[in-house]
Every structure is written in structure tokens, then in C-alpha cells.
């Protein structure tokens, strides 16, 4: 009880600081080109409104660092020696004939990044399965879509288009308790998406060898009596990830597996 009075009560003497202090309208600038303090982390460089000088730094969590960007500054409560930005100034930004609706939501895109020498404290792992180019998923029924890919065979670059209707219906098992397994290619000999079926078996049925000059696309899973494929339970991913399994040697990914194949 007594912690949680003590936590209340510094909760409202922060209420009372907030509804009492003075708020600056302000600017971002650049100074030296930059908006952000090169030896100072977290913070960037304003001026008050309107003003040629008072260049001063605040610290910033709150808003994207945009030179020009009007935004609200005060006192930080919790820190009284330190000034930040509470957010943009939306009443001077909203009169500005060129603002486009951007957010200007805060500068955190390095905290989700991860390469070589910088490990971010908050980086995105991107599993094969999140990429777009050729993924094979379930679409209605025992149909599945193929996202469209780019790809090279003797040097020249191939687009395939995509598609939402392959059915896979007639490889399903009539054999109560037998399940097959099923390769969805891409056949680069004529640029269209296609089933290579497995054996039957049980509940581990074999994979289906990839035919010659295919980019496997997934291996998807079908057993007695299904009318529905499920994502998560039936689909395993068989795209090769830089570059396109090599049957005859003159086939090729496109490196950088642009989405759509943009």
C-alpha cells in the first residue's frame, strides 16, 4: 500500500508539472547539415518560431527529424534540466499548403537493423517465408496462388506473372488414411507454375523430387478427405533463397527477389 500511494502521488505532482508548464512552439533546423546534434545522441537541433536566432538542442523521442518541422517544446518533468519535444506542431503544420499527411512519426528504423559490425538493440529477423516473390499459399478451397518472381535462364530475364488458381484437388489421396505431398514449381521451360506429386504414404509421405529445370516454389501437404489447405499445418517452404535449384546449369534467381518483379 504504501508503495503504491508513493507511486501515485509521483504520478500526480508529473500531472501537475505537465498542465503548468510553459510550452515553446519551435522549428526544426539543420545546423552544420544536420538536424540531428552529431555528438549528442537523441537530440536535434530548433529555434523558437518564427525567430532568426535561439538556435538551441532538445531532446527528441517523439517526431521525425525534418528540417523545418514546426513542432511543441517543453521543460521534461522527470528531468527538469532537460527541454524535449512533445510532439509536431499540427496547428502551424496543418496551415503549411504543401503538407501531404505524413506522421512524422519518430526515427527508429537502425534500432530494427542487423549486418555486419551493428547489431541494432531491437533488429527484425526476416524468415524465407515473408518474402513475396514465388510464395505458394493456400487461395480457396484445394487452389493455391503463386506470388509472381523474376528470374534468369541462359542470361535472359524471365518474368512470371503469377497466379491464384492452381488446383492441386486431383493429387488429394482416395485412399482413406494415405496422405501425398506435392512439389508447386515454377517450370522455367514454360514460364508457368505446375504440381509434381509424391508417393502416397502415411503420415510422413516423401518429398517429390524437383523436375528439371523447376524453381521450387513449396511442398504442400494433402491427405484423405481434405477440401481445405491450411497455411501453418500443410505448407513448408522450398524456395531457394539466392538462387534457383540448377538442373541444367543455365538457371538462375534473380538476386535481389524483387517483389512483384519490379
Not at 11 to 36: F, H, P, Y
Not at 140 to 159: E, I, K, M, N
Amino acid at each position: 500500500m504504501i508503495l503504491r500511494d508513493a507511486v501515485l502521488a509521483r504520478k500526480q505532482r508529473e500531472a501537475g508539472l505537465e498542465s503548468n508548464r510553459d510550452i515553446t512552439k519551435a522549428e526544426l533546423i539543420k545546423v552544420d547539415g544536420s538536424v540531428q546534434v552529431r555528438d549528442r545522441p537523441g537530440y536535434v537541433w530548433a529555434r523558437e518560431y518564427g525567430q532568426h536566432g535561439g538556435v538551441f538542442q532538445v531532446f527528441n523521442g517523439s517526431v521525425t527529424a525534418w528540417a523545418g518541422l514546426p513542432v511543441l517544446i517543453a521543460v521534461d518533468p522527470k528531468y527538469p534540466s532537460r527541454r524535449r519535444i512533445l510532439d509536431v506542431d499540427w496547428e502551424i503544420l496543418a496551415q503549411h499548403a504543401s503538407y501531404d499527411g505524413n506522421p512524422f512519426l519518430p526515427e527508429h528504423a537502425r534500432s530494427h537493423i542487423r549486418y555486419d559490425g551493428y547489431y541494432a538493440p531491437d533488429p527484425v529477423d526476416v524468415y524465407l517465408r515473408m518474402l513475396v516473390p514465388l510464395r505458394c499459399e493456400p487461395a480457396s478451397g484445394l487452389t493455391v496462388r503463386v506470388a509472381p518472381f523474376v528470374y534468369y535462364v541462359g542470361g535472359a530475364r524471365q518474368y512470371y506473372l503469377g497466379t491464384d488458381s492452381l488446383d492441386l484437388s486431383s493429387h488429394v489421396p482416395q485412399i482413406v488414411g494415405k496422405s501425398r505431398r506435392v512439389l508447386v514449381y515454377l517450370d522455367t521451360a514454360t514460364n508457368t507454375a505446375k504440381v509434381a506429386p509424391g508417393a502416397l504414404g502415411g503420415s510422413m509421405p516423401p518429398y517429390p523430387a524437383i523436375p528439371e529445370g523447376g524453381i521450387p516454389s513449396a511442398f504442400v501437404l494433402l491427405q484423405y478427405g481434405d477440401t481445405t489447405l491450411d497455411e501453418k499445418a500443410d505448407f513448408q517452404d522450398a524456395r531457394p533463397l539466392f538462387a534457383a535449384a540448377d538442373m541444367t546449369g543455365t538457371m538462375t534467381a534473380a538476386n535481389t527477389l524483387p517483389c512483384c518483379g519490379v
